[in-house]
């Protein structure tokens, strides 16, 4: 079964997407990400009002089967967390694209560029499901 | 048997007693009279209530439900559950052992510290390090104050800038977790199709900012790292330290010495290796030893010998300071000692011949029906994987794990490592018989077959215990840490 990508978003070979609004990003993990994880039992968010820069470890969501990094997928200083996975992690398995961890305020809106576009993004996924059978 | 133990709270019975005191001989005082106001409770504790035979068969019923290596085969890999003899035991219970106090001074303590002397030698000749510390509480702790110590060495020679450990992708979870508590980044080294080390992706990560690499040898697919001197002049040739995981030691034991294989630190697992109770949480003893140029740098006290007196020594300024309260988990240094006593040094090679013997048997016997990703002779243990049942039948090893317990054995270490997949990861010991690793086999194979035919019925297993499959998410998610009283 094929992983949902969804129209309109940006993404990442490491599975997140990102939603560019202006100089504001919304950045979550894929479907992808959250059915190679597993149940989703802890999402720890990063800190409101640290910087990050393209790459760095973001945050850590953890499900039955471990612990996942999450790379931040622009530059930026996060804004806003979504609080709501602190008590609902389970959200992530059922509406991953629903399901924002974090809102960054772009440092350089332009890298946004360098991101998959979702025609590339289920181009990867699908060859990637492909290579793993 | 076969069912939900209640917690005592739930069968306490109001004025139900274990036992009966005699009346009072002297005139009661309130307590208020006795202790403080803000000592006092305001409410009750309301401890259950329950008669003697209650609580002996309560607390008999709870250990029933345990599994133990004195039970039964504990396959359970990289853990080294072999059996612990029951002399160490023994030696342990001694009471100038278990009832010495550690503030009662080294004065009083002479036959405790002689005992730390000569098993700090003993490790340090089974190691081939020139200096040992018995202070680690476990393993994870005996990899940080090794990784502490490497640090400390860099900064005495005012290298500061080596910020990074190479740690490779077959390494136990805690190497990174030790790596990064200690304050160093990690960078993962690949292994290659043999599963060794993979020496060009070593070469190409290796630079004067890594401060060394943590290496398990054998690793955690149950292999001899082939070219260990070759990683060891690569991290050293660009001024870097090799720290060595003890975790899979039962497989060297007296056939070869992390000293002459390069490393600079080392930490070992008495409660595995040399055969200490362990599994639920401890107590365990990680010692650390080091060669010659790190020892100014170990934790604080030692023991030395000056003439035929034994007594700490404080006095070391380049020392890590102090890794643990008073001297690490005495009594498992105590069952540690008597069993190297009792085994000697011919005894602890065989555990090494047994325990790669009984490895490769039975990985000889299991290769035909599991898929072996890496076909090598190997050390101690070795790692199959379920991929060809979870790709026919949807059977997956988690499965197949569950389903063993039926057939009387704890399960081995399954999703690890990760670098397999599917991966089961079978350390059968040198404890144990051919008897048992062919009845073990069978029943693997029996559920392999089990796993074609009727698939249901290993999804569904274990079908022998009183509960199957807990709700690990759940439990997760929303943990019940304590029992509380219902309102």
């Keep these: ?133 | 048997m076969n069912r939900l133990e209640p917690v005592s709270f739930d069968t306490s019975v109001p004025g139900r007693r274990g036992c009966v005191l005699p009346p009072l001989d002297v005139a009661e005082k309130a307590v208020a009279s006795l202790l403080p106001g803000e000592m006092l409770r305001r409410e009750p504790a309301c401890l259950p209530e329950l008669s003697e035979v209650d609580v002996v068969r309560h607390f008999t019923r709870l250990s029933q439900k345990n599994f133990a290596v004195d039970e039964g085969f504990y396959p359970l890999g990289s853990c080294t559950m072999k059996y612990n003899p029951k002399c160490n035991e023994d030696a342990a219970r001694l009471p100038g052992f278990a009832l010495a106090h550690p503030l009662q001074g080294a004065e009083f303590s002479q036959g405790a510290l002689r005992l730390m002397y000569e098993l700090t030698e003993m490790l340090t000749e089974i190691t081939g390090m020139a200096g040992v510390s018995l202070q680690p509480a476990a393993g994870a702790h005996g990899e940080l104050t090794g990784i502490m110590i490497i640090r400390a060495y860099h900064r005495h020679r005012g290298d500061e800038k080596r910020t990074k450990i190479l740690i490779p992708d077959t390494a136990h979870g805690t190497n990174p977790a030790s790596a990064a508590l200690a304050g160093y980044d990690v960078v993962e080294v690949a292994s290659d199709r043999r599963g060794n080390v993979d020496l060009d992706a070593l070469r190409e990560a290796m630079d004067d900012r890594v401060a060394g690499i943590m290496l398990t040898n054998p690793n955690t697919l149950g292999l001899f790292e082939e070219t260990i001197t070759d990683v060891a002049d690569i991290v050293h040739g660009k001024g870097g330290l090799l720290y060595y995981d003890g975790a899979n030691f039962n497989a060297i034991l007296g056939k070869v010495r992390p000293g002459d294989m390069g490393f600079d630190v080392i930490h070992l697992n008495l409660h595995k290796s040399f055969s200490t109770p362990h599994g639920g949480g401890g107590p365990g003893s990680g010692p650390v030893g080091v060669g010659e140029t790190l020892l100014p740098f170990l934790p604080v006290p030692l023991v030395r010998k000056c003439g035929d007196r034994y007594e700490f020594d404080e006095d070391r300024p380049l020392s890590v300071g102090k890794v643990r309260s008073f001297y690490g988990n005495f009594g498992v240094l105590v069952r540690a000692y008597a069993y190297i006593l009792s085994m000697g040094a011919e005894g602890l090679r065989e555990v090494a011949h047994n325990a790669v013997l009984n490895a490769n048997y039975l990985m000889a016997l299991l290769k035909e029906r599991f898929l072996l990703p890496y076909d090598r002779t190997c050390k101690h243990e070795f790692v199959l994987s379920g991929k060809r049942q979870h790709d026919s039948g949807g059977v997956s090893t988690l499965d197949m794990a569950k389903a063993l317990m039926d057939y009387g054995f704890h399960p081995p270490t399954i999703y690890f490592p990760l670098v397999v997949e599917e991966a089961m990861m079978i350390e059968p010991t040198e404890t144990e018989g051919k008897e048992t690793l062919d009845v073990f086999a069978k029943a693997l194979c029996s559920i392999a077959d089990e796993a074609e035919k009727n698939p249901e019925g290993v999804k569904t297993a274990p079908h022998s215990t009183f509960v199957a499959r807990p709700d690990e998410t759940a439990a997760a998610r929303k943990p019940v840490l304590r029992w509380r009283r219902e309102e």
């Design chain 1, 1 to 133: 079964m094929m992983a949902k990508v969804q129209e309109g978003l940006f993404y990442t070979e490491t599975h997140e997407w990102v939603r560019v609004e202006g100089r504001k990003a919304w950045i979550g993990v894929t479907d992808f990400a959250q059915h190679a994880m597993g149940d989703v039992v802890y999402v720890e968010l990063p800190e409101v009002g640290r910087t990050v820069s393209k790459g760095d470890d973001f945050c850590v969501v953890e499900s039955v089967k471990g612990a996942n990094d999450v790379y931040a997928p622009l530059s930026g200083k996060v804004v806003e967390v979504n609080d709501a996975l602190e008590d609902s992690p389970e959200r992530v398995n059922e509406d991953a694209y629903g399901s924002w961890i974090a809102i960054l305020e772009l440092s350089d809106p332009s890298e946004s560029a360098q991101l998959l576009t979702w025609e590339a993004y289920r181009t990867f996924v699908a060859e990637t499901e492909r290579k793993e059978g």
